[in-house]
């Protein structure tokens, strides 16, 4: 983005645009779902710099869920957690060190549903540039920025594939140097991409 304005309309724009719930499963449609499943909410802080980089977390490798996957900054809902917005910046003060006092609210991409049963609520937030994170090393094993000019460029998706439960699944992934970018987090953040498009 040539300036913080651009950036701000960009973003505005995908988070208006952005009208469709996504999920693990939009790429592999005969994965039948109990349909008596429950939900558990969540929320991620899908942070952007002014200067125009996403900040992302690579998870602690001993984690119980999603172990040394590429992630935002997030995760469910608490109870004295006042709303998912509240959920997304609580976690990233947590996970990443960051001030919540600092991170401008701009809005909430449509929720994302994930194969261990939560519905994610993506919160976008601007911050400052030139903030210094600190992972937290219980979940985080490293910060890193992404540019969201990647990140916009529909070309630099692709689609691949594994087994899981006896079913192929597909899936976004959102290749970027060493870091592999796959699954719900390349999901959500092609979903930006789509909405700013």
């Known amino acids: ?13 995908a988070i208006t645009r952005a009208r469709h719930a996504t999920s693990d499963f939009d790429l592999t449609p005969d994965v039948a779902l109990p349909p008596q499943r429950r939900l ?10 002014q200067d125009g980089r996403v900040v ?4 602690a490798t001993h984690l119980k869920h999603h172990p040394g996957q590429i992630a935002f900054a997030g995760g469910r809902k608490e109870d ?6 509240d ?7 947590e996970e990443i060190g960051l001030d919540p006092a600092v991170a401008r609210v701009l809005g909430t991409l449509p929720t994302h549903e994930t194969v261990t049963n939560f519905s994610v609520t993506p919160v976008v937030a601007l911050l400052p540039p030139g903030l210094t994170f600190r ?3 219980g979940e985080v094993a490293e910060i890193f920025e992404v540019p969201l000019s990647h990140v916009l460029q529909p070309a630099n998706f ?3 594939g594994r087994y899981w439960n006896g079913h192929r699944r597909q899936y976004y992934t959102l290749p970027y140097g060493p870091f592999y970018i796959w699954g719900a987090t390349a999901r959500m953040l092609r979903n930006l991409a789509e909405g700013a498009a």
């Open 1 to 13: 983005m040539s300036n913080p304005d651009d950036l701000e309309r960009v973003l505005h724009r």
């Open 40 to 49: 558990r909410p969540a929320a991620v802080l899908v942070a952007v710099s």
């Open 56 to 59: 992302l977390t690579k998870r």
């Open 80 to 85: 004295w957690d006042a709303d998912l917005v």
């Open 87 to 93: 959920t997304a910046l609580r976690e990233a003060q």
């Open 135 to 137: 992972p937290e090393p």
């Open 158 to 160: 692709r689609v691949e």
